[in-house]
């Protein structure tokens, strides 16, 4: 069932209607049964991986609060949380690279790739479970109630791409009663059409403009390179918050606040500030669990903290997918960070929000150079091989082509353009709006009238944009 | 209903806020579209080039008169080609657009089926608008899937401004849908990865592609639960929101607006020369080299023509360019013994049309379409109604 589905509506509207018309104890367990019924429309089969990893995460969690201080309790839940993610995602990725070894050094070992379906969202609960288990080691109180770990878990709104949800994050809101109001009922609607317009209206629209482009054979030039990836910078970033937003929204409808996900990233000034914008949950989550971990182990040498920081961004980058494009773009991100601490500190340094210089001409000249280096990041990420990668750089080095695009048309070039201007108009203008109204009290009578315009306008958008329920990009990371 | 509801059921807000301005734009919108709907449709039936070609469609269609659009619906109509020789005639909106359009004015399908089935072949028109080479074997590749629909012949009409085009559209990969099409589709693109590789790979990237929704699996299988449950939604509220039933057609006015939006930024007017787009050209020409190699595969005859022009009309190819692609159509067709032949001066000047002010380059009026059919049955009358055509 996709958030962008007639299905998905109608299931979530009978859903609030059922959930706020029965007694408060008979909420959650409808809400999990509502959460395997979500998952199990995929594939039913994984229902039961589901519901394993998360008993085994419970109990695990039980057992480590009652016996703490043994780290290798701990280390053992972790490993055991990431067999279904080792084996489903990165099986056929290490046994290639064994094999492209093997033949390397003169062996004759020729593999073919096992035939294993991915598990939606196992990337996702991979993450949550293993956060869990070291929170509830390091001193946090664990779930009591299977039925509110199930939930944690399994609600389906953050199940398939995130947010990654901390038990901080919501286990009070689990735990206690839930109430709704006018504004979370106007806040998650809102959200969930904010959420489809950038879904259905961008990410699918510019989706077969950035594909024909990485096709391996498609032999692009310089144009249809800058295109591409700037199209691809746009797909990938409304594809992705456009979901996050979908999901927040629903989960507001049943009382529960979900952390941002996104914060206008292509706004960021430095690529710190990037990360700080991008994925934000995901961030944290490597920072708190990876890199904070490595750098206190090896806290005696504090110097080689920039090698923890690429370490990090690397496995990042190998969550995102199991090929190495995906870790070079980690690393990639990681030399941007160890440069943004080192080299580069001296442009990006007192650009933070609500910083003065902000507004200066070096701000927008960081602006750029910031989303120029996000996007040849995302060439390495969308690329389907490295090969790929090379002769796409090169096209952009050599200015092959020209100006006359070799993959393109007029109207996939307009079609990028057009959004591309779009996005940073409104990032640009919501901010110059609310001052407006706060320096302007009177400006907020038409208020209203414009909100719902834009409202209306939004769902024509995505009715008559809406061709298809399609998969979002990011369910297979 | 929980006190919570009835508490957001009296919230103030909820009458003084953007809500009530949202419904009173939202229903004045449904009222709109409701009102516009038959405009909307005749802009993209003349959109489409429909013209009267739909009014002859009545009956038993002799063509796909869903022009693309949905032709997994229109397959049934498609004479069975087990009980008799059947040909495909397949190709952009020239096949079916009929300039001035008069009653009794047929396609050039509707007369090679009047002319066949008098010797007890039949002939079925699938062309679409803008019709372009992965399409084409699209429809190739779905044919070959059944006995019931695999033609002898398949005449196919090069057009090579189509040579620009790529990619499936939504209605046509619902075709994809289909589990027996999709295996022979897969197994078009693993088999001949290492003669085709830019043409294996796009059909590949098409496959992995959703469909724009399953009913393409009505063709011969049972929709799933699931795709039937999201069709029947729809459907339901398309059919009380005209904004939601009117979708395809705004869609279609959104895509002319843009069109038209694109033609003013960058000067496009339809004499303006366009220069052939070189790796959509290279893909395209290897997709018409599959279609050769599927066809010899089902043992199916197919024939290649490049379509009438109107030597009137200034074209928007640049001359060396379309001299060429002549060049290597005939020789494809020569090295692979497939029957061809050059038709482009076989409408008379008298049988054009008119488009935005100017002579109509590709389109013509209903007696052309009989030159048309005319030509095609004298230059490959014996590949067409032959017993028993040899396929090379």
């Known amino acids: 069932m996709s958030f962008a589905s007639y299905t ?116 996702f ?91 391996t054979n498609a032999h692009p030039g310089f144009v249809d390179t800058l295109v591409g990836v700037a199209g691809f910078s746009l797909q990938i970033y409304c594809d992705f918050a456009g979901y996050s937003e979908i999901a927040i929204g629903s989960a507001r409808l049943f009382g529960y606040r979900f952390p941002e996900n996104f914060d206008w990233p292509y706004l960021a000034r430095s690529p710190q500030e990037f990360w700080n914008r991008w994925h934000m949950t995901l961030s944290r989550w490597i920072r708190d669990y990876v890199f904070t971990p490595l750098t206190f182990a090896f806290r005696s040498s504090p110097k080689v903290s920039v090698v923890w920081l690429a370490v990090a961004m690397a496995l990042c980058g190998l969550w995102h997918g199991a090929a190495w494009t995906f870790v070079l773009w980690g690393v990639w991100h990681g030399a941007l960070l160890v440069l943004n601490q080192t080299l580069l500190k001296p442009l990006f340094a007192g650009l933070e929000p609500g910083k003065p210089a902000r507004r200066s001409l070096r701000s927008v000249f960081a602006l750029a150079l910031t989303w120029s280096l996000v996007c040849a990041g995302w060439l390495l990420f969308r690329a389907q091989n490295l090969g790929q990668v090379g002769s796409m750089a090169r096209a952009v080095l050599r200015f092959e082509g020209g100006l006359r695009p070799t993959v393109l048309r007029e109207n996939d070039v307009l079609v990028v353009a057009v959004f591309l201007a779009g996005l940073f108009a409104a990032e640009l203008a919501l901010p110059a709006w609310k001052r407006a109204v706060r320096a302007f009290p009177a400006a907020s009578r038409f208020g209203s009238p414009l909100r719902a315009a834009l409202v209306v306008l939004a769902i024509l958008a995505v009715v008559v944009f809406d061709r298809q329920s399609q998969a979002f990009v990011y369910f297979q990371f | 209903m929980h006190q919570f509801l009835t508490d957001i059921v009296k919230d103030p807000r909820l009458r003084a806020g953007a809500l009530p301005w949202a419904v009173v734009l939202f ?166 990865m290492g003669s085709f590789p830019i043409a294996c790979e796009k059909m590949r990237a098409s496959l992995a592609a959703p469909a724009a929704d399953a009913s393409g699996a009505t063709l011969t299988k049972e929709e799933t639960l699931k795709d039937r449950a999201e069709r029947r939604l729809r459907d339901s509220a398309g059919a009380s929101l005209p904004l939601v039933g009117a979708r395809a057609e705004l869609n279609a006015a959104l895509q002319t607006q843009a069109f038209l939006f694109r033609n003013w930024v960058f000067r496009i007017k339809p004499t303006s020369k366009r220069p052939v787009i070189q790796s959509r050209y290279e893909l395209n020409k290897q997709l018409l080299e599959l279609m050769v190699s599927v066809s010899k595969q089902h043992g199916m005859k197919l024939v290649l023509y490049v379509i009438p022009l109107n030597p009137q009309a200034e074209n928007p190819y640049v001359p060396e360019q379309y001299a060429e692609f002549k060049r290597w159509v005939e020789k494809l067709a020569r090295d692979q013994g497939v029957p061809f032949a050059n038709l482009e001066g076989v409408v008379p000047l008298a049988d054009w049309g008119e488009f935005m002010g100017g002579p109509d380059f590709k389109h013509f009026r209903g007696p052309g379409h009989r030159a048309t059919a005319r030509a095609i049955l004298d230059a490959f009358g014996p590949d067409l109604f032959a017993k028993d055509p040899a396929v090379p």
């Open chain 1, 125 to 215: 609960f991979t993450f949550q479970g293993i956060a869990y288990l070291v929170d509830v080691a390091t001193g946090d109180r664990p779930f009591t109630r299977l039925g509110d770990f199930l939930l944690y878990k399994g609600f389906w709104p953050q199940l398939i791409a995130g947010p990654i949800i901390r038990p901080e994050e919501i286990r009070d809101q689990i735990e206690t009663p839930r109430q709704v109001s006018y504004d979370d009922l106007a806040e998650g609607t809102r959200r969930i059409l904010s959420g489809l317009f950038k879904k259905v209206v961008v990410a699918d629209t510019l989706a077969p403009v950035v594909d024909a482009v990485f096709l």
């Open chain 2, 27 to 192: 229903v004045l919108a449904n009222l709109a579209v409701a009102s516009w709907r038959r405009q909307l449709e005749a802009d993209r039936k003349q959109n489409l080039l429909l013209g009267t070609a739909l009014a002859s469609g009545a009956g038993t269609p002799r063509y796909d008169v869903s022009v693309g659009e949905d032709t997994s619906r229109h397959w049934r109509s498609i004479p069975d080609a087990s009980k008799a020789p059947l040909v495909i005639v397949s190709g952009m909106s020239q096949m079916y657009a009929i300039n001035d359009a008069k009653p009794g004015d047929q396609t050039i399908v509707e007369h090679l089926d009047d002319e066949l089935s008098t010797r007890g072949v039949r002939a079925f028109g699938l062309a679409a608008p803008n019709l372009d080479n992965e399409e084409a074997l699209l429809y190739l590749v779905a044919l070959s899937s059944s006995a019931s629909t695999r033609p002898r012949t398949f005449v196919y009409g090069v057009c090579f401004d189509k040579f620009r085009n790529v990619d499936i559209r939504p209605g046509l990969r619902k075709l994809l849908s289909n589990p027996e099409v999709a295996e022979g589709w897969r197994g078009v693109c693993e088999k001949r």
């Open chain 1, 8 to 123: 998905y509506a109608v299931f979530l509207a009978l859903l609030f209607l059922a959930h706020w018309s029965l007694p408060a104890r008979m909420r959650k367990p409808l809400l999990v049964v509502a959460s395997y019924v979500f998952y199990c429309s995929w594939d039913w089969r994984f229902g039961f991986l589901l519901l394993a990893v998360s008993v085994f995460s419970w109990a695990w969690g039980l057992l480590l609060s009652r016996r703490a201080g043994e780290g290798r309790l701990v280390w053992i839940g972790v490993a055991i949380e990431l067999l279904p993610l080792l084996y489903f995602k990165y099986t056929n990725f290490a046994l290639g690279n064994l094999a492209w070894l093997a033949r390397a050094a003169g062996g004759g070992w020729h593999f073919e790739p096992w035939h294993i379906i991915l598990p939606l969202g196992v990337s």
